[in-house]
């Protein structure tokens, strides 16, 4: 196609086989978009395209990633909101015309979606990065991740675990929670990890883990960081492919540790650092693992 579709924050480029998305880098940007810079997003990555009305006199057109196929998509496990969606172009309402014109040519371009993919059609971030949890400050390089723990937020179980590395070989996924909702964190899920009776249940105890809280670990800098690692992990061949590997799902735990996280909870809420609605929906999470 050849053109290009210019929205709020970013402006879509179309060729025969990609999109190429430049976002924007300004106040008004969000931080997300400004921290990816561009993407380009071949069409064999697209499951669909559909186009909406949005809020305040716009039209938005999206890009549905297929199942499998972006690594920050698979890592945001659904946590993003709107706003910082890389795969929305949001344009005025004036343009609705010129935006149906060019979902349907992205349409008839689509191949038939067959489901999740095997291996990552969009690019991981590129390396190196890193961010400053709550509790640490986490590097990578591309071929391994490296958690060196702050004297003023990390846990005693980590200070006595020391700072930790961990080679990219050993690790088969990562499970991130967003920053901006309770109990944000990122932790490394490894090969060789105690059953999950034995594995620490908060994150904050877990020395393959760091915790987030207000002001650490944003989401432009913890998720193309979780992102770029699972992409190293994809592209470590077939023992990073093993079945289950990638974004965590999550296990029963242990009861009695359900039960002290639901004590703790409720004295954060006694003390009015959680409010009730975090306080139900972190019950009710807590109680379903049960």
């Known amino acids: 196609m050849g053109d290009v579709l210019a929205g709020f924050h970013a402006a879509w480029e179309f060729a025969s086989d990609s999109v190429l998305i430049r976002f924007e880098r300004g106040i008004r940007t969000p931080k997300l978009f400004q921290a990816l810079g561009e993407r380009r997003i071949p069409l064999d990555a697209i499951a669909a ?20 196929a972006d690594p920050l998509m698979e890592a945001a496990a659904g946590q993003l909101k709107d706003a910082c969606d890389p795969y929305r172009l949001v344009l005025p309402a004036e343009r609705e015309t010129l935006a149906e ?16 993919v095997e291996r990552y059609l969009v690019r991981a971030p590129e390396t190196p990065l890193q961010f400053k949890a709550y509790d640490g ?28 590395t961990f080679a ?13 909702v309770f109990e944000g964190h990122l932790r490394l899920l490894r090969r060789d ?3 999950a009776a034995e594995q620490p249940g908060q994150a904050d105890q877990d020395p393959a883990a760091v915790v987030f809280g207000l002001g650490y670990g944003p989401v432009h800098e913890s998720l193309p960081f979780a992102a770029a690692v699972l992409g190293a992990v994809r592209a470590g061949g077939p023992a990073g492919l093993a079945e289950g590997a990638g974004v ?9 540790g359900v039960a002290d996280r639901i004590r703790h909870l409720g004295e954060l809420h006694s003390a009015g650092l959680v409010t009730d609605e975090e306080f139900s929906a972190k019950k009710a999470e807590l109680l379903a693992e049960l």
């Open 193 to 195: 990890a105690p059953a």
């Open 168 to 180: 990219v070989a050993d690790l088969c996924g990562v499970e991130w929670r967003s920053p901006e």
């Open 101 to 116: 014109y060019y979902a349907d040519e992205l349409r008839g371009l689509l191949a038939p979606d067959t489901g999740p």
């Open 137 to 164: 400050k986490a590097s990578f390089d591309g071929k391994s991740v490296t958690f060196r723990w702050f004297w003023t937020g990390a846990s005693s179980a980590k200070w006595k675990a020391g700072d930790q």
């Open 248 to 256: 965590a799902v999550g296990a029963r735990r242990d009861p009695g």
């Open 49 to 68: 395209v559909t186009l909406t009305h949005g809020k305040r006199g716009t039209v938005v057109l999206r890009a549905v990633p297929r199942a499998g």
